[in-house]
T-cell receptor, first 115, second 117 residues
Framework: KAGVTQTPRYLIKTRGQQVTLSCSPI?????VSWYQQTPGQGLQFLFE???????NKGNFPGRFSGRQFSNSRSEMNVSTLELGDSALYLC??????????????FGPGTRLTVL | AQTVTQSQPEMSVQEAETVTLSCTYD???????LFWYKQPPSRQMILVIR??????QNATENRFSVNFQKAAKSFSLKISDSQLGDTAMYFC??????????????FGTGTRLQVTL
């Protein structure tokens, strides 16, 4: 099976712009989570989607949003970019099976730089 | 809310030696999972080992083992016979639940491990 894929791998934007990042989960996985990784704040949970619905949300401003499509692919959007949004954005997928352990598999990440 | 603390920002170990990375956590939950993830310079986060809180037996995966002390809320990772490929950032992580329902990983700040010749 192919792993979790994220596109693009690198992105440079300027302050005030918006950006959309994409994540394709492992085939058969129905849950996608997003994490932000910065040197200052470390790894922080953004949100999780399952069945096209946001199931859990971290403590981020409303400028950060996401969605999931019927094929489980997910996108996250950041509007009105700030310098502090520069980070590695990681996506993780898992099967979503009740009553059993669901390992999360991470993608390679998208490195966003805001100038 | 859960917190995960890794007090060793950097560590170094010689090849073939053993190294232990420390992690403490705080939670009021009784059932949860603990993990060690490895993030090499390529940045792909890889699961090293997991521990279910209800299991008293410490988890092992080949050269990797944990010392899980539930009462002390301590979860250390021991790497035996260290290899150059073990060079990476290691993150300790907590998850309240995993069985289908919404859940999230709470990470520590990481320990940068350098394996030297």
């Amino acid at each position: 099976k192919a792993g979790v894929t994220q596109t693009p791998r690198y992105l440079i934007k300027t302050r005030g712009q918006q950006v959309t990042l994409s994540c394709s989960p492992i085939s058969g996985h129905r849950s996608v989570s997003w994490y932000q990784q910065t040197p200052g704040q470390g790894l922080q949970f953004l949100f999780e989607y399952f069945s096209e619905t946001q199931r859990n949300k971290g403590n981020f401003p409303g400028r950060f949003s996401g969605r999931q499509f019927s094929n489980s692919r997910s996108e996250m959007n950041v509007s009105t970019l700030e310098l502090g949004d520069s980070a590695l954005y990681l996506c993780a997928s898992r099967p979503w099976e009740r009553d059993s352990y669901n390992e999360q598999f991470f993608g390679p990440g998208t490195r966003l730089t805001v100038l | 809310a859960q917190t995960v603390t890794q007090s060793q920002p950097e560590m170094s170990v010689q090849e073939a030696e053993t190294v232990t990375l420390s992690c403490t956590y705080d939670t009021s939950e009784s059932n949860y999972y603990l993990f060690w993830y490895k993030q090499p310079p390529s940045r792909q986060m890889i699961l090293v080992i997991r521990q279910e809180a209800y299991k008293q037996q410490n988890a092992t995966e080949n050269r990797f083992s944990v010392n899980f002390q539930k009462a002390a809320k301590s979860f250390s990772l021991k790497i035996s016979d260290s290899q150059l490929g073990d060079t990476a950032m290691y993150f300790c992580a907590f998850m309240k639940t995993n069985t289908g329902t919404a859940s999230k990983l709470t990470f520590g700040t990481g320990t940068r491990l350098q394996v030297t010749l």
